[in-house]
Structure formats: structure tokens, C-alpha cells
């Protein structure tokens, strides 16, 4: 038996040729490393043709997918310093709140209109020092 044609090669490949020719060729494959070798040559050209196999069409679907997973997990990923941007907010309008409830926040907004500029000051260290305690209870509580 001659050897394969590449045309034929091509067609055993996509599966044109009845069973017997098939099976032939099949048989030639594997005892012919000549035909083997350009068995292996057709198929890596026809990679490129979209009708070929749909084992090749699975493979590159799971291929797609799987990069859809990862390009999926890197953005969520991407999320975490939004997120953390977010719990820094909460955090500043929880002190701002929190100084609004004590009375301290209203308490300065009244001292800064005040002329008596003694007690403005002296309100101001006391805020100070209130809003140090609070944001060094606020950085033992994210610590957690
Ligand atoms: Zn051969």
C-alpha cells in the first residue's frame, strides 16, 4: 500500500471517507511513521479551520470559559478597595454622628460663632482631644 495522500489524510481527519477507507488509513497511521508524521502535520494546519472536530470546539469553549472564570475572579477581586474606601466612609460619618449625639460637634459649631475667643479655644482643645479617643477606640475596633 502506497502512502497517504495529505487530501486524504485531510478527509480521514473530518471524517469524509466511508468506514472501510477509514479504518485503512487508520491502519496505515499507525504502522507508517512517514503518514503519521504528516497525519500530525494536517491537523496542526487545520487547528485553524473552524469546522474542524467539535472535540477541538469543546476544548476551546472550556478554554473560554475558564478564562471567563478567571477574568470573573479578578474583578472580583478588583472590588476589595472599593470596599474598603466604603468602610472608611461608614467609619467618618459614624465619628461625625457619633460627635453630632454627644453634643460635642453641635457644641463647636456654637463656639465658632461665639466672639469670646478663650473659650473657642479652649472648646477646641477639648474637641481635639474627645476626637483623638474616639478615632484611637475607631482604629482598635477595625483592628478586630
Ligand atoms: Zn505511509
Redesign the pocket.
Known sequence: MS??SPEKLSDYITNLLNQKEQQAIEL?IHS?D??LSEYLDVIENQTLDVSLSESFTDVTMDKMNHHKQRKEKIQRSSKLPINKTLTHYVIAAGLTLLLMLTGVFQGFLDMTNSTKIEEHQSFTTQFMNNKNDILDYMEGDEKQ
Open positions: 502512502h497517504i496505515h507508517c512517514v503518514c
